[in-house]
């Protein structure tokens, strides 16, 4: 027996909600402080900006290498779970912030990635995405 369930891409607004939601339950699950609405806002804006290029400019072909990519919110989960771990101090500190999410974006892509064409198309994604929402 089997099924087969179609899930339709969520809407920009349905996938804000859900990764807004995402973050703040895991960055208060350990009774943490919060971060800052705007720095708060930011992440989630990038994270939503990510995972939609990601599956536009990295999706799933049959491009030798590329076959395997498969980004969805699981990718950016495992992102925010990077943040989890910072101290109060460092989410004091929107730029020791900023630079945990594309240290932590980097690294859980990455390591999905594969083909140098497209290491080099995150980073330059990277890089458009922190200039745009993260100012510091």
């Not at 996938?15 to 800052?36: C, F, H, K, N, V």
């Not at 989630?44 to 919110?73: E, M, W």
Request: charged share 20%; aromatic share 6%; glycine share 2%.
């Amino acid at each position: 027996h089997f099924m087969v369930f179609n899930v339709p891409t969520p809407s920009p607004q349905t996938l804000y909600q859900t990764i807004d939601s995402i973050l703040q339950a895991l960055l208060i699950r350990d009774g943490s402080a919060s971060l800052e609405a705007s720095l708060h806002g930011s992440i989630v804006k990038a994270s939503c900006d990510l995972l939609s290029s990601l599956q536009l400019v990295l999706q799933q072909n049959t491009v030798p290498g590329r076959y395997h990519y498969c980004f969805n919110i699981n990718t950016i989960v495992n992102i925010v779970k990077g943040l989890q771990r910072t101290t109060d101090s460092m989410r004091n500190s929107p730029t020791m912030t900023q630079l945990l999410w594309l240290h932590e974006a980097e690294r859980v892509v990455d390591d999905a990635i594969c083909r140098p064409d497209d290491t080099a198309a995150l980073s330059k994604l990277l890089a458009d995405i922190t200039a745009k929402y993260f100012k510091e």
